[in-house]
């Protein structure tokens, strides 16, 4: 009977896990949408006020939403190497 406890507890365990893996994916897309929105948004507000800053404006945009694509994948990966381990 203990063993049977001891199983059944184990499944609902890696369940809970699933459950938090794909909270934990699904917080770390939302957070870089919302990131990534954020700077453009505000790159083209920027850049209707200063149409003469426009460049320099769209290259401070695209490097910050690379650093945030950078962390999201390192972030994804960690999470799914935790999953493994």
Not at 39 to 63: K, W, Y
Request: hydrophobic share 60%; net charge neutral.
């Amino acid at each position: 009977m203990l063993e049977m406890a001891m199983l059944l507890a184990q499944a609902v365990a890696n369940d809970f896990g699933r459950m938090g893996l794909g909270i934990g994916i699904g917080l770390i897309i939302v957070g870089a949408g919302l990131g990534i929105g954020r700077i453009g948004g505000s790159a083209v507000d920027a850049m209707s006020r200063q149409p003469e800053a426009g460049g320099r404006i769209q290259t401070a945009m695209i490097i910050a939403a690379a650093l945030i694509e950078g962390a999201t994948v390192i972030a994804l990966v960690f999470i799914l190497l935790c999953r493994a381990g």
